[in-house]
């Protein structure tokens, strides 16, 4: 008698443990799934992971033949104060849902920036993450990089995969020492009464040579020796062997040309390349008169001539595209608009939105930044 009470209790305590367990789960799970309209979406693009070969428009087409295959092995050269953070979360979303092995220095997991530190062909066992786990430990054959670093292809092509593409991002270099000014505080020692009075000044002064983000930035991230700075002919051959080792540079004042530009150079399709737009700070900036413009010009001369000529070869590569990439172009822009309004109900990803609680896992991938970051530094990181 005793024993059959006792069972039953045992079986309804049972029931009720795996009655709780169940519902917890659901109660957690369910705050990450997607609605059934996103899901659908997603289905209908095909957008997750899709391994598909470009075809037809950038948009996968099933009935038309490939045109081209995928290039998943890409070096991001990440300016500073660019629009470099919101293609560096395209990559990081990219490579994440395909499971590609980035270049991340390991005991940096707040971001994986390198940013002026020496890279040397020693440095991936010294200094990065090991590949994802094929069971053993390795540091060459990397698929992609997207960090702050200091470029230098015959360094990298060491580590990388064959045939890495090489990307970077470049800005009208008034506007981007403008945005480097008030970010990186580069008005401390400066002395004036008016923002406008201290950049000018700063133009005017050696100030520079204490940050490395002062003068001349994009260039001196792309390699150009700060001794180099006034020597025209050292900017001129810079700039050709950059030409060669680049495959495409894109231009910060015609973001979605330059992302449609880049699905169309590593065949990836238009969803690939959605974007959430990552730090865009309105924090005050001076305003530029003509006299302020000119002195920029002057102090920033390597990087004027670096943006003159890659703005002047983007043209050219759009115009060699034809008359279709203005067709991806239109269907870019109608895809773009439907995935942030899917997601954020809105045509950009609102402030207060905080990845890992908010809809669903498609969807704060497009939240980008520090949460995208975190996830690949967790999924690569291991003692090796
Ligand atoms: C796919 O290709 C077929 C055949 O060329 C074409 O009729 C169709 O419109 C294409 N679909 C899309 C979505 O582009
Ligand atoms: C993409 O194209 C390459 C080269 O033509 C081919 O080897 C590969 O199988 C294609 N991939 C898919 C998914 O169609
Ligand atoms: C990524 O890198 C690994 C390791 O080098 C390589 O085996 C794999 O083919 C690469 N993936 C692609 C898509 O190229
Ligand atoms: C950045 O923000 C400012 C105002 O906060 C806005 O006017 C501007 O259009 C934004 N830029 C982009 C590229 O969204
Ligand atoms: C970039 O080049 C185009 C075409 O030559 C020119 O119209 C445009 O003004 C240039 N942009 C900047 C910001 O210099
Ligand atoms: C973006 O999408 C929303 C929601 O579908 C729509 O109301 C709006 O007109 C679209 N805007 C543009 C510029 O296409
Ligand atoms: C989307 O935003 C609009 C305007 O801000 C609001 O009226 C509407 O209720 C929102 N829709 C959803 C589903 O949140
Ligand atoms: C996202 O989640 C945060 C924290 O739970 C909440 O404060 C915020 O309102 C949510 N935003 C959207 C767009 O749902």
Avoid at 34 to 54: D, G, V, W
Avoid at 184 to 194: E, N
Avoid at 213 to 227: D, I, P, R
Avoid at 269 to 276: I, R
Wanted: glycine share 4%; hydrophobic share 35%; proline share 3%.
């Amino acid at each position: 008698m005793g024993t059959c009470e006792e069972t039953k209790y045992r079986v309804y305590l049972l029931c009720m443990v795996t009655c709780f367990l169940i519902l917890l789960r659901r109660s957690t799970v369910v705050q990450n799934q997607p609605t059934p309209e996103i899901k659908s979406f997603i289905t209908r693009h095909n957008l997750i992971a899709s391994q598909s070969n470009r075809s037809y428009n950038g948009v996968q087409n099933k009935s038309q033949p490939a045109i081209c295959s995928r290039q998943d092995n890409v070096v991001f050269i990440k300016t500073h104060k660019t629009g470099g953070s919101t293609v560096q979360s395209i990559m990081y979303r990219y490579g994440y849902i395909r499971d590609l092995s980035f270049v991340i220095r390991r005991t940096n997991e707040n971001n994986g920036h390198i940013r002026f530190m020496e890279v040397t062909k020693d440095s991936p066992t010294k200094m990065f993450l090991p590949l994802l786990d094929t069971g053993t430990c390795s540091f060459r054959g990397y698929n992609m990089s997207a960090i702050h670093v200091v470029h230098d292809w015959e360094i990298f092509e060491s580590f990388m995969n064959p045939g890495t593409k090489y990307i970077t991002i470049l800005r009208d270099p008034v506007f981007q020492l403008r945005s480097a000014f008030m970010f990186f505080r580069l008005y401390i020692g400066t002395i004036g009464k008016t923002a406008e009075d201290k950049l000018l000044q700063y133009t005017k002064r050696n100030l520079w040579k204490l940050s490395n983000y002062g003068k001349n930035s994009q260039s001196k991230v792309l390699g150009l020796k700060t001794e180099y700075f006034e020597d025209e002919a050292k900017i001129k051959l810079f700039i050709n062997q950059l030409d060669i080792e680049l495959d495409l540079v894109l231009i910060h004042e015609y973001f979605d040309e330059s992302v449609v530009l880049l699905a169309r150079e590593l065949c990836w399709n238009l969803e690939d390349v959605v974007y959430t737009i990552e730090n865009n700070r309105s924090n005050h900036k001076p305003n530029l008169d003509s006299e302020l413009l000119d002195n920029i010009r002057k102090f920033n001369h390597a990087d004027v001539l670096l943006y003159d000529h890659f703005n002047q070869t983007f043209w050219k590569r759009i115009e060699q595209q034809g008359p279709m990439f203005w067709r991806d172009l239109e269907e870019f822009r109608k895809l773009q608009n439907k995935t942030m309004y899917k997601c954020f109900n809105s045509s950009t990803i609102p402030e207060d939105y905080v990845s890992g609680h908010n809809i669903s896992d498609y969807c704060d991938r497009y939240a980008g930044g520090n949460f995208l970051f975190k996830n690949v530094f967790t999924k690569q990181n291991r003692p090796c």
